[in-house]
């Protein structure tokens, strides 16, 4: 059952109108959770401000990193800026063509190539990251994808708070790297996914990553809940 496509099954069920239920989340660090499929298909108006942020900072030949349900490469395409998008997901890219959205990919990041004036991740960006150990990996091949004088926009989110007590002190476990490091599953329809690693990366490890990558980080946004945006460039 590892392989099932979780999330691309229940967006194309969504899509073709037989939405039931929504996928549930399985984390290593808090109880189960929902993902409303209805907020995955958001327009411009719904969506938080640092995503309308990051989508108007978009310029030139653009690749949306991620693309999930559509959304964000829909917005950008209709706005006619040339954006492309890649998804680990066959559901969401099959998806993706019946929605009209145009240039979008079955590939794993670490896996593409091309060139392009902007990179965008969005929906905790640095999540694709997976682990501390491999955000360099990840940081690179990002900067091998940036045109002269391209930039990679991307939010993240610091959940340190998810492990303070009432004191303020924290409770952090130490069989892992960094605080932000979660192993999540979903589940939908009584089927559940392979497990996976995904990464919250607070701004100024970010920061770190990316200077130790000869790359710029500049802050853009903040928001109410501990999340970011960030924009990196060519140092």
């Not at 900072?57 to 998008?85: E, P």
């Not at 940036?146 to 002190?169: F, N, P, R, T, V």
């Amino acid at each position: 059952m590892d392989n099932i496509d979780i999330f691309g099954r229940a967006l194309q069920d969504y899509h073709e109108d037989y939405y039931s239920e929504d996928i549930v989340v399985h984390s290593s660090i808090a109880e189960d959770d929902v993902i409303p499929i209805p907020y995955l298909f958001r327009e411009f108006e719904e969506m938080p401000v640092i995503e309308q942020k990051a989508l108007e900072l978009c310029k030139g030949k653009t690749l949306d990193i991620g693309f999930g349900a559509g959304s964000h490469l829909m917005w950008l395409q209709d706005n006619d800026i040339d954006a492309s998008g890649i998804d680990i997901s066959e559901g969401a890219v099959t998806l993706s063509r019946k929605r009209t959205l145009k240039n979008t990919h079955h590939a794993h990041l670490l896996e593409y190539q091309g060139t392009y004036d902007t990179l965008l991740l969005l929906m905790n960006g640095t999540g694709i990251f997976e682990k501390v150990s491999k955000v360099d990996e990840y940081l690179k091949h990002l900067k091998s994808l940036l045109a002269e004088g391209g930039q990679i926009l991307i939010d993240g989110s610091d959940i340190k708070y998810m492990y303070e007590d009432e004191d303020g002190g924290l409770w952090i476990d130490t069989h892992r790297d960094y605080y932000g490091e979660v192993t999540y599953a979903m589940s939908y329809k009584g089927q559940r996914g392979a497990t996976f690693d995904w990464l919250y990366l607070d701004f100024e490890l970010l920061k770190y990553y990316a200077n130790k990558n000869e790359l710029n980080c500049e802050l853009i946004l903040e928001g109410d809940h501990y999340e970011y945006l960030a924009r990196l460039t060519v140092a």
